[in-house]
RNA sequence: GGACGAUUAGCUCAGUUGGCUAGAGCGCUUCCUUGACAUGGAAGAGGUCACAGGUUCAAGUCCUGUAUCGUCCACCA
């Protein structure tokens, strides 16, 4: 490519379009089981299979595409295994909800569940592919021959399969039990699916009369529309003032019915009255309490969270808080109210409807985990690895407090449940049982019983034997109870082996102001057009350097802006380094500016593999801006101005590309082919560090002391307001540097001449600088009073310096204690300041 | 009620096992369209590292406590 062809700045479209068609057509990204190569392997969180790409997934995905492009160039058989998930209740409402607003159905019943499961099929096959074309968009290197979907032939058979397996070991069972049931949803849910919000609400306290008697009761409840399913009034067993009245009966207003005075100690006799209305059937510890008493349990909320007509007719088919409303207003009415105080209160509500979960009796189908133990053992023990690693706390306490998992769902979008049911008769199989008259089970199970199977569900034979267990996993933490801690239980006890070895947990996108991002907000850009803006590479790096390890990270455009702009450095790099090559320049012996470049590119190699594999993606990112930019760029290309050295260059910028190509795949690629790199850079060597004789930190610090001069002298010029292009003659006064390292710098700083002298005696006023290494003098300007001020303040700042290092020294103790390193330190610093005072104090003189 | 995290420049954040003058990006000020790049270059202003104690020769870093914010867990009606 000749260097007048590319354009100055990069435009990303083209080139990404571009590249990752030849990508796929060259099959790259597929996985060889029978590869020799090491394998490593990483199966995707699926996404919900009609969702769209957030910025949650760029974060979740990019990080993902980099351990991926890394582990290939480092010679690994590489298996990014991807797919979607069905997401049993978030598709089945987006499908309603549509269907409704298409005016197809009211509800799903006007259809028929096999009229609907086609219309959520359609829906599925029109929407499903959307979330893994963006993927594609964003660079992601998955396997896309192996894309899997939860709901495919082969899978749900796993799935089945699965849940057959554990009712036969006895760990499935069936029963009747209180549940968390989501009244919009009508359906149960798990307990992780609940989500307990801070709420302002009312403690009203009601007198229930006693039977045969003018005295009663107060009961406090924060529910009252619950009364009217009340068994009971129950007491602690201990509690003094109420020991007479156990075993009497209240008359339960509204519904002038005698129900009994319990003792029972699950009662707390400072809370409230200490008395406690007890209602059965919906309420998780009344439950409890009715169990131990042989209490009838009446409902009276029904499943659509309307009143039912055990509830009497005054408030049969009144929604619940209408109906709070109006037992209220009655038993004010009945001046059997007594006070109401204002109570903030934990109440849950439905992750996916956002209503008030409803504690529910229901038959529903239970999970008692398998291999707890030894999934406890596996985090604690470090043979499964989190990072960061104290979300291992999080994950132990879950563990060791686990409870059952209520595994059924009232949909219809999902697995069935593999049961079917004739009179008494229960069969649990793949099949339906031969026979006549046998009725299947018409709930499907929790989405999260089929995804917990996803490490190995989506494999074949060969695929695991290869790959499994997988390599690294990379979520966020709020899954950590839904997704990472089943799956390694399903690992165990279906492979006999973890699912993965380590766990990367993200931190969680929100807006600038610190708020998670969602729809209804608004406050969620479309990653499309950040990639449209931006380019992949550059809202991927920008996302890079702003994603540290376990912090929620404060999105916001601007840091797109940041990775564009540096994609864009990369890009009139290498333009630079083509016109270079155009000149046809004579290749030299190393000098001082190529032996430090070749320096910092080893720290580089050794600093971007150090943090890449502790997971600190933004460290590799930060140095790799800073290594491109800084050292590359402002220094080693500025440099090479005065006298290029293409074999340098070329290999410097070779191993950037390399080096930044899984966080910026599509302009590396680009660049690699248009500066002669062979075949493809996804399976170019890991760049290692080399040793280069004189390529030392030592070397690399003497040359940052004549930087250290550039700056002095770009000082000079500003603060005397002469400009680059106006010439102005230097004199350096040093020992340090020769002419020729000297005069290698002069372009850096402008039009200019330079004197290299052992010592100088400036006429009349000459501004100076005094750095480490050298003194610098700007011949022929100007101001006095100007020069005595800049000398005054870098005095006084050298003096401060000054003062703290000998405060240090003449400390008996620091001289005795420290490290010795740390006083020689101390001491060289102290040497080096001295001069640089009493240089600057003999230039203030000479102005005297 | 527990557990965990955060508090460093106007903003968003880095700061490894305590040790050179606490860094970056954005924003701000001044100058510069010089043959890679104005999506750029140069220089600069800006911080008593939340607060109070403690350990240490030495604390942004370790310990204790306090405050504020955030997340997760927890059936007190």
Known sequence: MAATEIPKAYEPKSVEDKWYAEWLKAGQFTANPASTKPPYSIVIPPPNVTGVLTMGHVLNNTLQDILARRKRMQGCEVLWLPGTDHAGIATQTVVEKTLKKQGVMKHRDDLGREKFLEKVWEWKDKHGGIIIQQLKKLGCSCDWTRERFTMDEKYSECVLRTFVDLYQKGLIYRGKRMVNWDPAGRTALSDEE??????????????????????????????????????????????????????????????????????????????????????????????????????????????????????????????RFECREAVVERLTEASLLVKVENYTHNVGYSERTNVPIEPYLSEQWFLRYPQVPRSTEAVETGAIKFYPERWTKTYTHWMRNIRDWCISRQLWWGHRIPVWYRGEETHCGLEAPQGDGWQQDPDVLDTWFSSWLWPFATMDEATLKKFYPTTDLVTGPDIIFFWVARMIMAGYEYMDEKPFSNVYFTGIIRDAIGRKMSKSLGNSPDPLDLIAKYGADGLRFGLMLIAPQGQDILFDEKRCEVGRNFMNKLWNAARFIQMQRATNPPARPHNAHDLKILYEMNDAIAKVGAALEAYKFNEAAKELYDFVWGDFCDWYIEASKVSPNLPVLDEVFNTILRLLHPFAPFITEELWAGTGGTGTIQFASWPQPREIAGATAEHAAKVDELYEVVGAARQLRNEYGISQKQRVDFVIVTDHFTTEDCHTIMRLIGECGVTVASSYTPQGVTPSLVTKAATIFMVGAVDVEQERQRLTKQLADIEKQLAGAEAKLANESFVSKAAPVAVQRERDKLASLREQRAKIAALLHALQ
């Open 194 to 319: 609940v989500i307990m919000t801070e709420t302002q609400g009312h403690l009203w306290h009601f007198k229930y009369p006693l039977v045969g008697s003018k005295d009663f009761v107060v009961v406090a409840t924060t529910r009252p529309e619950t009364m009217l399913g009340d068994e009971a009034v129950a007491v602690n067993p201990g509690d003094q003032r109420y020991r007479h009245l156990v075993g009497r009966k209240v008359l339960l207003p509204l519904r002038n019915k005698e129900i009994p005075v319990i003792a029972d100690a699950a009662v707390d006799p400072k809370f409230g009255t200490g008395c406690v209305k007890v209602t059965p059937a919906h309420d998780v510890a009344d439950y409890e309490m009715a169990l131990r008493h042989n209490l009838p349990f009446t409902v009276v909320i029904g499943p659509d969270g309307k009143m039912t007509e055990e509830a009497g007719e005054d408030f049969e088919e009144l929604d």
